[in-house]
């Protein structure tokens, strides 16, 4: 197919040789995502959000204490569940957290 494209000296002829090579190597090639745009699936047994977690720092990266795990895959709905949970109790604790930072803060 190119070397046809190439060989084609009438220009409108070309770009539509060159574009049914194209779309032959569309529709017969194979496509295998190298990015997802934060998309990240996945498949588990770890109880979502029993790890350590911080935003700074290694206390959550690499490090397997307080990791649970669970018998069976967890589905899209558990994870969700805990994640609602872990940003309830997430809120509660900066809130108690600042609550006694302020009474050490002078005024």
């Known amino acids: 197919m190119l070397e ?3 060989a084609e000296q009438d220009l409108t002829k070309r770009y539509d040789k060159y574009a049914e090579a194209q779309a032959w190597l569309v529709d017969s090639s194979l496509t ?5 745009l934060g998309g990240t ?4 047994k770890t109880v979502p ?3 350590a977690f911080s935003q700074a720092g290694n206390k959550g990266v690499e ?3 307080y990791v649970k795990l669970q018998d069976k ?3 899209t709905a558990e994870y969700e569940e805990a994640r609602q949970k872990w940003l309830k109790e997430k809120e509660e604790s900066n809130k108690k957290a ?3 930072l302020a009474k050490h803060v002078k005024k």
Not at 32 to 36: D, E, G, N, R
């Open 73 to 75: 895959i967890v589905t």
């Open 41 to 44: 699936p996945g498949i588990r």
């Open 4 to 6: 046809e494209a190439n």
């Open 98 to 100: 600042q609550e006694e």
């Open 49 to 51: 959000f029993s790890a």
């Open 32 to 36: 295998l995502p190298s990015v997802s």
């Open 63 to 65: 490090s397997y204490k």
